[in-house]
């Protein structure tokens, strides 16, 4: 596991950390800091940071807000990182994710010759030869990349999407960063607030990395693309593979209609019905028979072009559903469905998301109500999006945790629930979910499904089978060499460890301060040595250092904030 104190090596900008440290306490996050120990692991001689209040106009803002707030200040990673988060309930409080949600990645441009800079070094040639126009002012500008309009030499109307010069360094660094805040949490902090931060950020660290590569990007749209080649309702824009290259994306530019403009949609004569069906159908499609889809269908990433036709675009962040994890959810689907509790518990149970630990009868109580609370409603009535976000609720309280993309495709669920919703009010998602599970669900009884089924749990148990006599001949060797161990890992002691550490060399500090007043009270008996003012010059320096000793000790244990 990476250690903190390989991070501190590692490390390239101190003043990165103070400045991160400084923006946390600004928005009343000081006791965190404190509770993490920060100076002690740095081990800089001196403080890095003086822990102080938040401003009144601060304090009395809630603490989702501060921390969203402080997550905007704190630059492009941070932003990033809250909005992956918002994504997650099932690891942060609902009130987190969702204020999350709010944060907002755009700043303004960078300067034209940097821009143009890494281009040409991307390319290897300057803009002007590249392309027959390149406008100076970007369309659209975010704190990784931003996006300028062009024309090709061939005609071609295309937009260059560019990432910020030097903005690797930046994410490298709090990313460095982020994984030492999440090490301290993990190791301090005992709560349930935050679930496996060191996983977390992990996790963020490759989904950044695949996102800041924008020939990734460029690959995944070719696969959308080929996804959806015989499908007249959707359109996905063509790469221009000459100009893209890891911080280049070269795109067809398309001009359409953003899907929540009702009026320029009725003006130019398309049918919103149309659009809500196509639109859902592109959605399920991508889910339940590509098993790759938009994680991020937001109104401005989806436009609609003549003849009702949906195009989607930024496809930064997108989502993976294999064919296990696609019956598993099928199967809970219709559980739900069916108000059928204890198959729903069955689920969970086999597909491994409950734990020892968990109170499966307050479990299955509250999800005999949440049914219960859909029982009289006709299928064609129920809000999917709701009720999935109700049932992600259910189980986020007992600290289930799900596949990462999971929670991604409930959340592009519920989007695309509710543009259907305001562009048709008698859209309803589970109308258009339905022939897709049936689909699927006759599809798994199929004789060449089941044959292939039939073949991989052979392969497997084979596969156990041929590995089990070198499996346990290694383990009877190690036994019999006394290399078998069982780690053990303890919890909560290192923080005691240090307080005590502290106490003792106050302790000390103060037996030292003492041992100097009863020395400086003696030798001001004697009256021998140089004198001053008729008293030994030995006692006056004893008290002086008594008394600044003293005086550093009171200042220590006030800063600290514990008497």
Same mark, same amino acid.
């Given at each position: 596991?990476?250690?903190?104190?390989?991070?501190?090596?590692? /490390?390239?900008?101190?003043?990165?950390?103070?400045?991160?440290?400084?923006?946390?306490?600004?928005?009343?996050?000081?006791?965190? %800091?404190?509770?993490?120990?920060?100076?002690?692991?740095?081990?800089?001689?001196?403080?890095?940071?003086?822990?102080?209040?938040?401003?009144?106009? /601060?304090?009395?803002?809630?603490?989702?807000? $501060?921390?969203?707030?402080?997550?905007?200040?704190?630059?492009?990673?941070?932003?990033?990182?809250?909005?992956?988060?918002?994504?997650?309930?099932?690891?942060?409080?609902? #009130?987190?994710?969702?204020?999350?949600?709010?944060?907002?990645?755009?700043?303004?441009?960078?300067?034209?010759?940097?821009?143009?800079?890494?281009?040409?070094? #991307?390319?290897?040639?300057?803009?002007?030869?590249?392309?027959?126009?390149?406008?100076?002012?970007?369309?659209? +500008?975010?704190? %990784?990349?931003?996006?300028?309009?062009?024309?090709?030499?061939?005609?071609?109307?295309?937009?260059?999407?560019?990432?910020?010069?030097?903005?690797?360094?930046?994410?490298?660094?709090?990313?460095?960063?982020?994984?030492?805040?999440?090490?301290?949490?993990?190791?301090?902090?005992?709560?349930?607030?935050?679930?496996?931060?060191?996983?977390?950020?992990?996790?963020?660290?490759?989904?950044?990395?695949?996102?800041?590569?924008?020939?990734?990007?460029?690959?995944?749209?070719?696969?959308?693309?080929?996804?959806?080649?015989?499908?007249?309702?959707?359109?996905?824009?063509?790469?221009?593979?000459?100009?893209?290259?890891?911080?280049?994306?070269?795109?067809?530019?398309?001009?359409?209609?953003?899907?929540?403009?009702?009026?320029?949609?009725?003006? +130019?004569?398309?049918?919103?019905?149309?659009?809500?069906?196509?639109?859902?159908?592109?959605?399920?499609?991508?889910?339940?028979?590509?098993?790759?889809?938009?994680?991020?269908?937001?109104?401005?990433?989806?436009? =609609?072009?003549?003849?009702? $036709?949906?195009?989607?675009?930024?496809?930064?962040?997108?989502?993976?559903?294999?064919?296990?994890?696609?019956?598993?959810?099928?199967?809970?689907?219709?559980?739900?469905?069916?108000?059928?509790?204890?198959?729903? /518990?069955?689920?969970?149970?086999?597909?491994?998301?409950?734990?020892?630990? %968990?109170?499966?009868?307050?479990?299955?109580?509250?999800?005999?109500?949440?049914?219960?609370?859909?029982?009289?409603?006709?299928?064609?009535? =129920?809000?999917?999006?709701?009720?999935?976000?109700?049932?992600?609720?259910?189980?986020?309280?007992?600290?289930?945790?799900?596949?990462?993309?999971?929670?991604?495709? +409930?959340?592009?669920?519920?989007?695309?629930?509710?543009?259907?919703?305001?562009?048709?009010?008698?859209?309803?998602? %589970?109308?258009?979910?339905?022939?897709?599970?049936?689909?699927?669900?006759?599809?798994?009884?199929?004789?060449?499904?089941?044959?292939?089924?039939?073949?991989?749990?052979?392969?497997?148990?084979?596969?156990? +089978?041929?590995?089990?006599?070198?499996?346990?001949?290694?383990?009877?060797?190690?036994?019999?060499?006394?290399?078998?161990?069982?780690?053990?890992?303890?919890?909560?002691?290192?923080?005691?460890?240090?307080?005590?550490?502290?106490?003792?060399?106050?302790?000390?500090?103060?037996?030292?301060?003492?041992?100097?007043?009863?020395?400086?009270?003696?030798?001001?008996?004697?009256?021998?040595?140089?004198?001053?003012?008729?008293?030994?010059?030995?006692?006056?320096?004893?008290?002086?250092?008594?008394?600044?000793?003293?005086?550093?000790?009171?200042?220590?244990?006030?800063?600290?904030?514990?008497?």
């Amino acid at each position: 596991m990476l250690t903190f104190s390989r991070i501190n090596r590692n /490390i390239r900008s101190i003043r990165r950390y103070r400045d991160i440290l400084g923006i946390l306490i600004k928005y009343g996050f000081g006791h965190v %800091i404190e509770q993490l120990n920060i100076n002690y692991y740095l081990e800089l001689g001196r403080r890095i940071v003086t822990l102080g209040s938040a401003p009144k106009e /601060i304090e009395r803002l809630t603490q989702p807000v $501060r921390l969203r707030l402080a997550l905007e200040e704190l630059g492009p990673t941070f932003i990033k990182f809250g909005q992956i988060l918002s994504t997650r309930p099932d690891v942060i409080p609902r #009130e987190y994710a969702d204020e999350f949600g709010k944060l907002q990645d755009t700043v303004p441009s960078g300067p034209l010759p940097e821009i143009l800079a890494q281009l040409e070094r #991307e390319l290897g040639y300057p803009a002007h030869e590249l392309f027959a126009e390149f406008s100076p002012i970007p369309i659209a +500008a975010a704190s %990784i990349a931003q996006v300028h309009r062009g024309r090709l030499h061939s005609g071609e109307e295309v937009v260059i999407k560019i990432r910020r010069p030097g903005i690797e360094k930046v994410v490298e660094t709090d990313l460095d960063i982020l994984m030492g805040l999440a090490y301290l949490i993990e190791k301090h902090i005992a709560t349930e607030e935050i679930y496996d931060p060191i996983g977390i950020v992990k996790e963020f660290r490759r989904t950044l990395h695949r996102e800041m590569d924008f020939s990734r990007e460029g690959h995944t749209i070719d696969r959308f693309a080929a996804n959806f080649a015989d499908d007249p309702t959707v359109h996905i824009p063509r790469v221009y593979w000459d100009y893209t290259g890891e911080t280049i994306l070269a795109m067809e530019l398309v001009e359409g209609i953003k899907i929540t403009d009702l009026p320029r949609l009725l003006e +130019a004569g398309l049918d919103l019905q149309t659009i809500a069906r196509n639109g859902a159908n592109a959605i399920l499609k991508q889910v339940l028979i590509h098993g790759f889809f938009h994680g991020d269908p937001h109104p401005g990433n989806i436009f =609609i072009l003549e003849g009702n $036709r949906v195009c989607f675009l930024d496809f930064g962040m997108v989502g993976r559903i294999d064919e296990n994890l696609k019956f598993q959810l099928v199967d809970l689907l219709m559980a739900i469905l069916q108000r059928d509790v204890e198959k729903v /518990i069955t689920l969970l149970l086999y597909s491994g998301d409950l734990t020892d630990e %968990i109170d499966t009868r307050n479990l299955r109580r509250d999800l005999s109500e949440f049914i219960d609370d859909y029982y009289e409603i006709p299928l064609n009535e =129920i809000n999917a999006g709701r009720m999935l976000t109700e049932f992600i609720e259910i189980l986020s309280c007992y600290r289930i945790k799900f596949p990462s993309d999971l929670m991604l495709l +409930a959340k592009a669920l519920v989007t695309i629930e509710g543009i259907g919703r305001q562009l048709d009010p008698e859209f309803n998602m %589970i109308s258009h979910l339905k022939p897709f599970m049936e689909t699927l669900l006759s599809d798994r009884v199929t004789p060449a499904s089941i044959s292939r089924e039939m073949v991989r749990t052979v392969q497997a148990y084979g596969a156990l +089978a041929k590995n089990f006599p070198r499996d346990l001949k290694e383990f009877i060797n190690r036994v019999n060499r006394n290399k078998f161990k069982i780690d053990l890992e303890h919890r909560g002691l290192d923080r005691l460890i240090t307080d005590l550490d502290k106490s003792s060399n106050r302790l000390s500090f103060s037996l030292l301060i003492a041992a100097l007043i009863v020395g400086s009270s003696l030798i001001m008996q004697t009256e021998k040595g140089p004198l001053l003012l008729g008293f030994p010059v030995l006692g006056f320096l004893g008290y002086s250092i008594a008394g600044f000793l003293g005086l550093w000790l009171a200042i220590a244990i006030l800063r600290s904030g514990r008497l």
